[in-house]
């Protein structure tokens, strides 16, 4: 059982709008249709590349346990590759500056594994689906203790809510571009 957390109530909080706007753009991916989620896969990389490399960066290995094993791109690249598709090129000159910075980003994208799992039940089994399998539970409920023990304050709570939303905003975007949504 998970136990409510300040620093992760703050979090979810203060994203949800950005969340639930992330989750309407890729809404529309027909991810049954290999053009669809090809494209799907391909707004995933638009953000999750350089959001990945950022935390790379800026030390996440040190605040996360298990960072190594964390990281996805080498499967979004992989499952892109089985598509013959290209990967996106990096746009995004995404930097986390201190700890909550990185955790902020780290929530998003961890966050994002789990609702990739649940995807995955909806994607035909002969497309390549390793970057949408499930992770380990235990890593989610690792971060969340991360976030207690490390989000103490008011600042590093508001810095890892700034970095998840430019993260979330980063999805958003990268949603927009290659699911051709003109939501608003």
């Known amino acids: 059982m998970t136990l409510p957390s300040k620093a992760r109530g703050a979090l979810r909080a203060a ?15 027909d ?37 190594a094993a964390r990281r996805r791109t080498g499967l979004l690249r992989s499952d892109l590759a089985a598509l013959g598709l290209a990967v996106p090129r990096e746009t995004s000159a995404l930097t986390f500056d201190g700890a909550a910075a990185v955790l902020g980003g780290v929530y998003v994208l961890e966050g994002s594994r789990l609702g990739g799992a649940l995807l995955a039940r909806g994607v035909p089994a002969h497309f390549p689906r390793d970057f949408l399998a499930p992770g380990d539970s235990a ?39 290659y699911l051709r949504t003109d939501l608003r």
């Open 15 to 29: 994203t949800a709008a950005h969340h639930d706007r992330v989750d309407a753009v890729f809404s529309h991916a």
């Open 31 to 67: 991810l049954t249709d290999r053009e669809g989620y090809g494209r799907f896969l391909q707004a995933q990389a638009g953000a999750y590349l350089p959001v990945e490399a950022a935390l790379e960066h800026a030390g996440a290995a040190t605040l996360v346990p298990g960072w």
């Open 139 to 177: 890593g989610w409920r690792s971060l969340l203790g991360i976030l207690e023990h490390t989000l103490t304050s008011a600042g590093d709570i508001a810095s890892a809510i700034e970095s998840a939303s430019r993260v979330f905003l980063l999805f958003e975007s990268s949603g927009r571009r």
